[in-house]
């Protein structure tokens, strides 16, 4: 998703309407960048929290599972393959398939939720990191890979899309 420029029209809206309605939910736009803000200037990285939980003065975000600095790390690795190869995980028969795998076991069934502080900014949301497609294709959530990993310039881009038609 971080690819923005290289998605289909339809894949943009889809991103588009996705992204917005978070940000809507968690008090605009503007809010929603602050927070992804936050997330980029945040060292150790959020998601490895022991306390599973993310907090600035507009929200918080809250998971059910530690995630340790090394599924971390794997997941990165794997994410830049993922836009080249349409799917998370790798070929079986690729040396690193098994750990890749391993993540997204692990990491499949945590549940992040995001809370604005104030009530009246929105009911927050929710998401999981993956999307499953099938038996051997997994997609990164797009909502996930945006509050996490992308560029704020490009989650920026995303919410100000205009669809074509």
């Known amino acids: 998703m971080c690819d923005f420029n290289t998605l289909t029209d339809e894949d943009k809206k889809l991103h588009h309407e996705k992204l917005l309605q978070c940000a809507n939910n968690f008090g605009g736009k503007n ?6 803000e936050a997330i ?5 990285h959020p998601l ?3 306390n ?5 003065e507009l929200g918080t975000i809250k998971w059910n599972k530690v995630i340790f600095n090394d599924k971390l790390q794997l997941l990165l690795k794997a994410r830049m393959n993922e836009s080249k190869q349409d ?3 790798p070929k079986p028969d690729e040396k690193n ?3 890749i795998l391993n993540v997204v076991r692990t990491l499949k069934p945590i549940v992040f939720h995001v809370k ?3 009530k009246e900014d929105g009911p927050g949301f929710f998401f999981q990191p993956f999307d499953t497609v099938n038996e051997s ?3 990164l959530n797009p909502v996930f890979d945006a509050l996490f990993f992308c560029s704020v310039e490009t989650v920026k881009k995303v919410l100000n899309y205009e669809p074509k038609g």
Do not use: H, V, W
């Open 137 to 139: 294709k997994t997609k």
């Open 97 to 99: 398939y098994k750990k």
């Open 48 to 50: 490895t929290a022991g």
């Open 116 to 118: 604005p502080a104030n």
């Open 87 to 89: 799917n998370f995980l």
């Open 40 to 44: 980029r200037e945040t060292k150790p």
């Open 31 to 36: 809010f929603f960048l602050q927070l992804l």
């Open 52 to 56: 599973s939980q993310f907090d600035i």
